[in-house]
């Protein structure tokens, strides 16, 4: 085993210049929601060199969009396909899904990236651009991992099932439709940008809208309308009195360092057309944090339950009650032991390659994880290289050091959970 961990080590640092290079390449194409496809055949042709055993397919059916998991408003997937890519092990050993999303975020305002959002550019040992860190550097870990298996003629016992899918940015279709084509394992690493810690539990989350109904004046006599803006003030605040009391109950030691474990965040308010009329109507959008251990349905119901405490205590409220809609993008959380044997195994590895122990946190967002755990009975780890704080802000880079440990930390780990062939 000593033998085959540094044959590893030295391939993955023989060939960092080509790993830097793909990454750079699907970096340089444009893969936000509906044009995967041109970044999805890059993938699809390094995995066809390394002769895995491809299966390409558009999601989408009936089983599908029926299934209670599933939460997409995408109208078609035509042409941008998920790809599943198997190393076949000999028997006898446990199978891992290698997970990673090929969809990336829109870039924003260009004017406040240093250089072109799909440039791939490399400074300092960093390499910048949308998706660099979320989640292409983690893709390109996993090929890289892997590859150098093949490359050094390492046969396992177990099953590696490699999987570039879509829409994980939007709810997690594509993961979703993998689970219903058959894929499950005895284990997962997704490789989201975590800093390079281990993250054994992942927050849920959802999008809600609230409609606050008021009553149109003239603005000159306000006074005989009611204004929406004005009740939705009343509605943050009973928001933010929610996350508070949600929040005081989370005692996990795994979010310890974080300031706020399940946020309910308010990304967007509508209301009112012209600056001297008294609007009739507020629209209130946002995000609510779900823990690891909590259901999605049980944390509709807490807001739920909380807007019509204050539909009760408010007057106007009463005669015009709010209403709460759930739409848009929906994240399962997950949670898995910390002491799990692959979180036992991951950790063995980082030990090997980096010195010392990792660190272990629950992740402050949703991933794929929580529908291949909850959907799929798979056991999940999020753990890759990546920079969080990066991940949907404009200058996105990732560190290629992080990236190329991450790779021989999965690789490694690979030969202990799938076992090697002597």
């Known amino acids: 085993m000593q033998n085959y961990e540094s044959r590893i080590k030295h391939w993955l640092k023989e060939n960092r210049a080509r790993g830097a290079r793909l990454l750079q390449i699907l970096v340089q194409e444009n893969s936000t929601r509906g044009n995967e496809s041109s970044t999805q055949a890059i993938v699809i042709e390094k995995c066809r060199q390394m002769g895995l055993i491809l299966d390409i397919w558009e999601i989408g059916g009936e089983e599908l969009k029926n299934h209670p998991a599933y939460c997409c408003d995408r109208q078609s997937f035509e042409g941008n396909p998920n790809l599943v890519a198997v190393l076949k092990g000999a028997g006898g050993g446990k199978s891992i899904i290698l997970n990673g999303h090929i969809d990336v975020v829109p870039v924003g305002d260009e004017s406040n990236w240093r250089h072109d959002p799909f440039s791939g550019v490399i400074e300092c040992g960093k390499l910048y651009g949308r998706g660099a860190t979320d989640m292409k550097g983690g893709n390109v870990a996993l090929l890289l991992a892997i590859e150098s298996l093949i490359a050094n003629g390492i046969k396992l016992k177990g099953d590696v099932i490699f999987q570039s899918v879509i829409e994980e940015e939007s709810g997690g279709a594509g993961t979703l439709a993998a689970v219903l084509r058959g894929y499950r394992a005895d284990g997962a690493i997704i490789p989201e ?28 006599t306000r006074y005989e309308g009611v204004s929406a803006i004005e009740k939705s003030m009343w509605v943050i605040q009973r928001l933010q009195q929610l996350e508070k009391d949600r929040n005081a109950k989370i005692t ?22 012209w600056p001297s009329s008294v609007p009739d109507t507020a629209i209130i959008e946002g995000r609510m944090g779900v823990s690891p251990e909590e259901t999605i349905q049980a944390a509709k119901l807490e807001m739920e339950a909380s807007l019509q405490e204050l539909n009760e205590a408010d007057e106007w409220f009463q005669e015009n009650p709010l209403k709460i809609e759930w739409f848009g993008g929906r994240w399962l959380p997950g949670s898995l032991e910390s002491d799990h044997p692959l979180m036992n195994e991951l950790s063995k590895s980082f030990i090997e390659v980096k010195g010392d122990p990792p660190i272990v946190e629950a992740s402050p967002w949703g991933t794929d994880g929580g529908i291949l755990s909850t959907v799929g009975d798979t056991p999940v780890v999020v753990f890759g290289p990546g920079i969080t704080e990066t991940a949907h802000d404009a200058n996105e880079h990732i560190d290629l050091e992080d990236l190329f440990a991450a790779s021989e930390i999965i690789a490694l780990t690979l030969m202990k959970w799938c076992e090697v062939c002597e």
């Open 252 to 273: 996990d030691p795994l979010f310890e360092k974080t300031p706020i474990p399940i946020p309910i965040n308010i990304g967007k308010i509508n209301s009112g057309e």
């Open 193 to 220: 940008p975590t800093n390079m810690k281990l993250f054994p539990k992942q927050q849920g989350s959802m999008w809600f809208r609230i409609t606050v109904k008021g009553r149109a004046a003239h603005g000159g």
